[in-house]
């Protein structure tokens, strides 16, 4: 179940402010979801996450699948269960995980062979596959299986031939998704997922897609792959707001406070990275002034505040 309501828009860009309700509760958008790869958030327990104002968080489909595995999933009956946590959750496909893998997998039509990278034994994950794994953990967002279309190769950078047989695979792969989220009757949304690499019209092509299959909502992938910061800018202001105004708009992987900002300004209603926590568990914080490294000797003594205009 999914339910978008649009609250206010800006007259001067793409921001938007809305309301979004799924089956385990209510989000004010936009809003941005830490990422909890296993299940939970690295260093903070989930009540921490409560008091912070977490509305929604972010679990990682290949690695749950990995470990600890569907049956302990089965036995929690869920995620939220497993990891104690009543508010809504997002899992993502597996395609980012397993396109990381390299080597180590070989992409077909049919879906991806791999290697587990845990124990080593031959594993397949194709569409169908990954919506059973997200109706197991029932989670509130589901997103469809795709192929990450990546920046660059080897120091070859992706043709545009190699972005649109990559584009149209994932477009196939939406609608196995589709028809494995339905004939599973799973209760939740299912999000498509745009694809085309650094290339406009095939960002275009795959959108106007996955518009026709109506999805409850969509997301913008394959950014944040290596490409440079003025490519991913570049697809962020082409992309996000050509999608349906009634839809959620999720943007996927990307979570700097600049790029939030120039997000939330080209129409995007969701963000994830783990970029925030990973930072913070390597002792760097965010502040106003830019990055600080609180590990860094010249702060041993200083006893002012992190950001002097924080109270």
């Not at 089956?23 to 990422?35: A, E, L, S, Y």
């Not at 929604?56 to 049956?71: A, E, Q, V």
């Not at 497993?82 to 080597?103: A, H, N, Y």
Request: negative net charge; glycine residues 10%; contains cysteine.
């Amino acid at each position: 179940m999914l339910q978008f309501e649009l609250l206010a828009t800006d007259p001067q860009s793409h921001a938007r402010r809305g309301r979004l309700t799924l089956n385990h509760g209510v989000i004010q958008t936009p809003i941005f979801m830490p990422v909890g790869t296993y299940g939970t958030v690295k260093g903070v327990m989930p009540r921490s996450l409560e008091e912070m104002g977490a509305q929604i968080i972010l679990g990682n489909t290949f690695h749950l699948w990995m470990r600890p595995g569907l049956d302990v999933m089965r036995q929690f009956g869920g995620l939220h269960a497993f990891e104690r946590w009543s508010r809504p959750i997002l899992t993502d496909s597996g395609g980012f995980q397993v396109w990381s893998l390299g080597d180590m997998r070989k992409i077909t039509e049919e879906g991806v062979h791999f290697a587990s990278p845990v124990n080593g034994d031959k594993l397949f994950m194709s569409p169908e596959v990954s919506i059973e794994i997200q109706t197991v953990l029932n989670s509130d967002i589901v997103m469809q299986l795709d192929e990450c279309t990546p920046y660059e190769t080897k120091g070859q950078r992706t043709t545009e031939a190699q972005a649109r047989a990559s584009m149209e695979m994932s477009r196939r792969w939406a609608v196995r998704s589709r028809d494995a989220f339905e004939r599973l009757a799973n209760p939740n949304a299912l999000f498509g997922i745009v694809q085309g690499g650094m290339f406009e019209h095939l960002r275009q092509e795959s959108l106007e897609a996955l518009v026709e299959m109506n999805f409850p909502g969509y997301a913008v992938g394959g950014v944040s792959v290596g490409e440079p910061k003025e490519e991913m800018l570049r697809i962020m202001a082409h992309t996000p707001h050509r999608l349906p105004a009634e839809k959620p708009r999720y943007l996927m992987g990307v979570g700097t406070p600049e790029d939030l900002v120039q997000g939330v300004a080209e129409g995007v209603d969701m963000f994830d990275c783990v970029m925030p926590t990973r930072n913070a568990r390597n002792g760097t914080i965010f502040t106003r002034y830019g990055d600080l490294k609180i590990r860094n000797a010249r702060h041993k003594a200083d006893p002012g505040p992190l950001d002097p205009t924080c109270t």
